[in-house]
């Protein structure tokens, strides 16, 4: 069947992304882009951090307007898509507009995590997932002295660090036993613990927040935790996580487990719709375990694969997947993914350097880096490789990297 028409539902990143590879692949039917945010598609992950410092809207712009009126992409701007017609291959805003596509990629990215907390719909608690989200907090954050984040990930940590070099007092409330458990080794968290603490941002781990509460007079809000201990603030910002935004996929009867779930071709259970980034549970090339990765990275490998399926190049999504993070001038960086009971080998030099290297078995499979780009970008390189890493070759290089490199086939 012809490809006349690709819509794309979700106007992020890896939408972007997916309009954008189409063309660099020489598509040249239609395509349309639906977001349900305003304005052209941006970056999310700056605003958590340099989007905080600057305020700056056209610094975050992926692309500006004339490069989709020269590439003929058309971009549904703050609209929602209400529903998915499998059998007519039709889809419907909710401006009651129907559309009909040849085929339909899913970006619909993630939501943030509510959890069941007394109170967390309070009018003083904040997230942070989109530009106008980001201009709340930026706006709360000019009068407040003391901010109170609930969530120890990336992005609660990013905004700790932002708060604190912007002179506010700030307390980490992590309901798990140290930060960026999801993400990152236990020493890596510990190496980020100390970096914070050293700033003075004040960590609670171990107790989940139960209850918040604010005083209508003073607008002073209040967390309590499951021990009974309370900490008081300006604002709290809500940084406990994402759920996929799987629920459209799932009204139109696609399987879905923790995401859409799709092959390794990132097709769903209709062969005429794909998915991508946040929302897609996709085999890990690796182990063939279904995972969902939250990355740009993610997304964007996803795009660039998708349309070279669309237009006749079959092949199979098999990426290194990394992730990065900064926080206050140190930058986090991941390579690969590791099990949780990995064996991990942590080193440290002189220069503040840190890295953790962790195996599943003796296999090299993840690469923890803090500041130590270097490494960072070999060890990508070598994930990638044919031949796998041991430990052994590692003890043999001094678990230097780039060194080894030299020694390993491609």
Not at 24 to 49: C, D, N, V
Not at 149 to 166: H, K, M, Q, S, W
Not at 204 to 217: A, K, L, N, Y
Request: hydrophobic share 40%; proline share 4%.
């Amino acid at each position: 069947m012809a490809l006349d028409h690709v819509i794309i539902i979700g106007a992020g990143q890896g939408g972007f992304q997916a309009a954008a590879s189409l063309r660099q692949e020489g598509y040249q039917g239609r395509i349309t882009m639906i977001g349900e945010e305003p304005g052209l598609p941006y970056q999310r992950p700056p605003l958590s951090k340099a989007y905080m410092k600057d305020a700056d809207p056209e610094r975050l712009r992926l692309r500006p307007a004339i490069f989709f009126e020269q590439n003929q992409i058309g971009v549904i701007a703050g609209m929602r898509v209400d529903r998915i017609d499998r059998h007519n291959r039709t889809i419907k805003t909710a401006a009651g507009e129907t559309l009909q596509y040849d085929h339909l990629i899913l970006a619909t990215g993630t939501r943030n995590a509510v959890p069941p907390v007394s109170g967390i719909e309070n009018d003083r608690v904040l997230g942070l997932r989109t530009m106008a989200d980001a201009d709340r907090l930026s706006a709360a954050m000019e009068d407040a002295k003391r901010i109170i984040i609930i969530g120890g990930g990336f992005i609660g940590l990013e905004f700790a660090a932002v708060a604190r070099t912007a002179g506010r007092e700030v307390v980490v409330l992590e309901a798990a036993n140290r930060l960026m458990e999801r993400a990152v080794s236990p020493e890596m968290s510990e190496h980020f613990h100390k970096i914070h603490e050293t700033r003075g941002t004040d960590i609670r781990m171990g107790q989940p927040v139960v209850e918040v509460t604010s005083d209508p007079r003073t607008k002073i809000c209040c967390a309590r935790l499951g021990d009974g201990e309370h900490f008081e603030g300006d604002f709290i910002l809500l940084a406990a996580g994402v759920r996929p935004n799987q629920e459209l996929a799932e009204a139109a009867g696609l399987q879905t487990e923790n995401g859409i779930v799709v092959d390794n071709f990132l097709v769903s259970s209709d062969p005429l719709i794909s998915a991508l980034g946040d929302c897609a549970a996709f085999p890990d090339p690796a182990t063939g375990a279904r995972i969902r990765l939250e990355s740009v990275q993610a997304a964007s490998d996803h795009a660039k694969m998708i349309a070279k399926r669309l237009t006749g190049k079959q092949v199979r999504y098999d990426a290194i997947p990394w992730f990065w993070s900064d926080q206050f001038e140190v930058k986090l960086q991941i390579a690969g993914l590791a099990p949780a009971d990995s064996r991990n080998v942590a080193k440290s030099d002189d220069e503040g350097r840190f890295r953790v290297y962790r195996f599943a078995e003796d296999r090299l499979v993840c690469v923890e880096t803090a500041d130590a780009a270097k490494e960072h970008m070999a060890a990508r390189k070598l994930l990638a490789s044919s031949s796998p890493i041991s430990l052994q070759q590692l003890q043999e290089h001094d678990f230097q990297l780039v060194a080894l490199m030299g020694h390993v086939k491609k």
